[in-house]
């Protein structure tokens, strides 16, 4: 008996709350678990370049990084020809992959320069050495951070950014111009690359008016 009591009373709470929710005009979300699950949405896709101990430049595809400080990225990386590069050259770039070069910027995340030495060429990609660090910059991927190693250790690269550069294409009164610049974003739920959308808001500025 109490523990029908105990589920009614628990019943009709949940119906209270619904309807408190309703008539206060709230939405009633109705979630499903996933689980432990490395999703985060969106995803940037970064395109790090470095060079061989031959000078050779490489590109690939990664997911998991994010600015971690004014001057600082960190990127979540396996064993690569990259890591390789990147133990030599203590330094790197990391490009935005474009809509304009979807394609380029699968392949080098699906194809290994260990096995296909000439990945970058085959990629379509042009290579211009950077003037602040010993990496290549991707001529076809207009926006790119520069960066030195600071640290690569059970699998986390941390690096000095140590410029960011654009070409004057994706640039309007000073300032790079996302819809110039036409970034694409991971969605690790359908394994699709998606493009942003439009402006929604101010950032700083908005949550102003609730103050």
Same mark, same amino acid.
């Given at each position: 008996m109490r523990r029908y009591y105990k589920v009614y009373t628990e019943m009709n709470?949940? &119906?209270?709350? #619904?309807?408190?929710?309703?008539?206060?005009?709230?939405t009633y979300m109705s979630r499903v678990n996933y689980g432990a699950k490395p999703i985060m949405l969106p995803q940037p896709v970064l395109i790090i370049a470095t060079y061989d101990e031959n000078g050779v430049p490489d590109a690939m595809n990664a997911a998991?990084?994010?600015t971690?400080?004014?001057?600082?990225?960190?990127?979540? #990386?396996?064993?690569?020809?990259?890591?390789?590069? #990147?133990?030599? %050259?203590?330094?790197?770039?990391? &490009? $935005?992959?474009?809509e304009d070069q979807v394609i380029?910027?699968?392949?080098?995340?699906?194809?290994?320069? %260990?096995k296909v030495p000439n990945k970058? +060429?085959?990629?379509?990609?042009?290579?211009?050495? &950077?003037?602040?660090?010993?990496?290549p910059l991707i001529d076809e991927l207009p $926006?790119?951070? +520069?960066? %030195?190693?600071? &640290?690569? +250790?059970d699998g986390? #690269?941390?690096?000095?950014?140590?410029?960011?550069?654009?070409? +004057?294409?994706?640039?309007?009164?000073g300032k790079i111009d996302l819809k110039k610049l036409r970034p694409i974003a991971f969605d690790p739920c359908n394994n699709a690359y998606v493009a942003l959308g439009e402006k929604v808001g101010s950032a700083f500025a908005d949550g102003a008016k609730l103050k």
């Open positions: 709470l949940v &119906s209270a709350i #619904l309807k408190v929710s309703i008539l206060s005009g709230g998991w990084g994010i971690t400080d004014f001057q600082e990225i960190t990127i979540s #990386l396996g064993e690569h020809k990259t890591t390789d590069n #990147l133990a030599v %050259r203590k330094a790197f770039t990391v &490009s $935005m992959a474009t380029a910027c699968d392949y080098v995340g699906v194809e290994s320069a %260990r970058f +060429e085959k990629a379509g990609f042009h290579a211009t050495k &950077s003037e602040f660090v010993d990496a $926006m790119a951070l +520069e960066c %030195r190693v600071k &640290s690569f +250790e986390i #690269l941390i690096g000095e950014i140590v410029n960011v550069s654009a070409d +004057e294409s994706v640039v309007t009164d």
